[in-house]
T-cell receptor
């Protein structure tokens, strides 16, 4: 699994876009970039994943650089309920486990 | 929609006792993962099963074992419990080995060893 690097913490004002970066320079060609979040001791929650194209769903957008060495998760209008630890994970292949790193602790404030 | 069900939600055991945690995946999901999360730590992968066969193994102690049954539910057996085994244990399930698909996590079992 690819090693990922994320800033340990970020702040975001409610209603503003939260842009969470992730470096994954060792990601291999068949590995997807996954984003999960964990809200205080709850089970991790899937957000979005992609291979090389940008992706968007009802929760967020994922922007992957052309060389696939980094990506950005965008929460377009952050709310207080988005306060969580966000994990960027590179994973691929059959029965591929998700290896959680240290993640980014996002604090959304009023 | 049905989610991943873990039981029990809370468990208190004494040192050297055994514990069995159960995981019921989302219907039709064929892959199960187990994670351990100690206080203030990130989830650590323990073991996974795909179509009832062990597919990957992480930092799972030899005192722990797990299996996936014919109905795809899974059990994590923990013996000779130690204080350091106190943690949240999460189970997740996915389709088709998790390739290009998301994993869904249960709410976890909080194990306290006293």
């Amino acid at each position: 699994d690819a090693k990922t690097t994320q800033p340990p913490s970020m702040d975001c004002a409610e209603g503003r876009a939260a842009n969470l970066p992730c470096n994954h320079s060792t990601i291999s060609g068949n590995e997807y970039v996954y984003w999960y979040r964990q809200i205080h001791s709850q089970g991790p929650q899937y957000i979005i994943h992609g291979l090389k194209n940008n992706e968007t769903n009802e929760m967020a957008s994922l922007i992957i650089t052309e060389d696939r060495k980094s990506s950005t998760l965008i929460l377009p209008h952050a709310t207080l309920r988005d306060t969580a630890v966000y994990y960027c994970i590179g994973a691929g292949g059959t029965a591929s486990k998700l290896t959680f790193g240290t993640g980014t602790r996002l604090q959304v404030t009023l | 929609a049905a989610g991943v069900i873990q039981s029990p939600r809370h468990l208190i055991k004494e040192k050297r006792e055994t514990a069995t945690l159960k995981c019921y995946p989302i219907p039709r999901h064929d892959t199960v993962y187990w994670y351990q999360q100690g206080p203030g730590q990130d989830p650590q992968f323990l073991i996974s099963f795909y179509e009832k066969m062990q597919s990957d193994k992480g930092s799972i102690p030899d005192r722990f074992s797990a299996q996936q049954f014919s109905d795809y539910h899974s059990e994590l057996n923990m013996s000779s419990l130690e204080l350091g085994d106190s943690a949240l244990y999460f189970c997740a399930s996915s389709l088709e080995g998790g390739f290009n698909t998301e994993a869904f996590f249960g709410q976890g079992t909080r194990l306290t060893v006293v």
